[in-house]
């Protein structure tokens, strides 16, 4: 079946620009992540949607960051304002409930220049 | 908290070489523990994972035994191929998250 989609595959934008990723999980999946792949602080979780509940957003670097969940399925992550320092790799991974593998997405790469 | 502590690169090796990359873990409790393969180009795929102390994980050749004594997580692979070359990152969770704590991936890469 389908997997983990992403988009855009790729996204230059201007520093202080405001960006939208988006993450399309496996169908049925009820947990979602976000992390992001950079050079310098390699794979780190960023935020995690489970079901209907509250997100942990203990991951997200600073207040610029923002995701939300509609619908219990696709995924938006918002970053504003972007800095150099967001250019990564963000991937996206679901799970089902159990067992509790990760699949992840191709990734949407961004450039901030 | 959780760390991950894995080898760094890159690792070159001659096909049919015998591979281990090495991968330690701190954590609390009784995580589960993961590697993920990124072949270039390529999202991050599940390789293998082991749930419990002395279980192990195999998949494509590949091998790791969970081992809590030495808080290890060790990948191994008695014959590589060219077709290996990639980023491995070894990963933990222990949380009701599940959300996962990776090492810093090491790139391998197999020369023919």
């Known amino acids: 079946g389908a997997g983990v989609s992403q988009s855009p595959s790729n996204k230059v934008t201007e520093k202080g620009k405001d960006v939208e990723l988006r993450c399309d999980p496996i169908s049925g999946h009820t947990a979602l992540y976000w992390y992001r792949q950079s050079l310098g602080q390699g794979l780190e979780f960023l935020i995690y949607f489970q079901g209907n509940s509250a997100p942990d957003k203990s991951g997200l670097p600073s207040d610029r960051f923002s995701a939300e969940r509609t619908g219990g399925s696709v995924s938006t992550l918002t970053i504003q304002r972007t800095q150099q320092e967001d250019s990564a790799v963000y991937l996206c991974?679901?799970?089902?409930?159990?067992?509790?593998?990760?699949?992840f997405g191709p990734g949407t790469r961004l450039l901030v220049l | 908290g959780n760390s991950v502590t894995q080898m760094e690169g890159p690792v070159t090796l001659s096909e049919e070489a015998f591979l281990t990359i090495n991968c330690t873990y701190t954590?609390?409790?009784?995580?589960?523990l993961f590697w993920y393969v990124q072949y270039p180009g390529e999202g991050l795929q599940l390789l293998l994972k082991a749930t419990k102390a002395d279980d192990k994980g195999s998949n494509k050749g590949f091998e790791a035994t969970y081992r809590k004594e030495t808080t290890s997580f060790h990948l191994e692979k008695g014959s590589v191929q060219v077709s290996d070359s990639a980023v491995y990152f070894c990963a933990l969770n222990n949380n009701a998250g599940n959300m996962l704590t990776f090492g810093g991936g090491t790139r391998l890469m197999v020369k023919p």
């Open positions: 954590a609390t409790g009784y995580p589960s």
């Open positions: 991974a679901s799970s089902p409930l159990k067992p509790a593998t990760q699949y």
